[in-house]
């Protein structure tokens, strides 16, 4: 029943509970109290001039960022995205730090994507898990399934404002230079988990800038 109403779903209690097995033995990684969603955080897990560098790559690719149902729907992300180059050396050495740290297969990774947001741009709240009822998941049940978890490297302060908060759970986190939070788009079970619900505040002082990778249950390609 739930298989079919939620595509992946075992594959993504495997994967849940094979990271947080792996993330319980490494102590740099810290749990958010709250059971609700499993939310974690890595300080310093980029140096600065690592941060700077993709900073630049960010800069260079940037342009409006879309939506994954492709929606034009221009007040709900109005940030700027890009694709960063998967073979520079900073971006390689960040892919392969975050499988070893997760587990997650490499394969299973969307390439990362970059994100800016100038002084007054957010993205309004939603879920990284794709809705598996929308027409764009004929397109992603073949190139890799459903998300698994996220992974977000902060690459800056912000003066004011550009938390991330998690909003169903109350959890709001600001921007630190090379910190990553990570977090699992599944239930315990498999199946989406809504308290995963989060958006990006607007930025109300100076530029944020973000990685941002995203796991998926199978492949991705
Ligand atoms: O930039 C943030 O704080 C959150 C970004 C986000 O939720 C996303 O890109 O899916
Ligand atoms: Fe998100």
Redesign the pocket.
Known sequence: MTGAAHPDCRALARIGAAVRERLSCEPSVRRFPEERVELYAVDSFLNAEECARLIGMIDAVACPSSLVDDTPWPHYRT?YSGDIDIHDDTVRSLDHRLAALTGLPLACGESA?G?R?DCGQY?EE?C?WFDTTAGYWRRERRSGGQRSW?A?IYLNEVAEG???DFTRVRLS?P?LTGSLLLWNNAQADGTPNPWSM????PVLRGV?Y?V?K?FRARTWQ
Do not use: I, L, N
């Open positions: 940030s994507q994100q947001y993205f939603h990284d996220t977000m550009g938390t991330t986190v921007p989060h958006a990006a505040r944020k973000v941002t995203w």
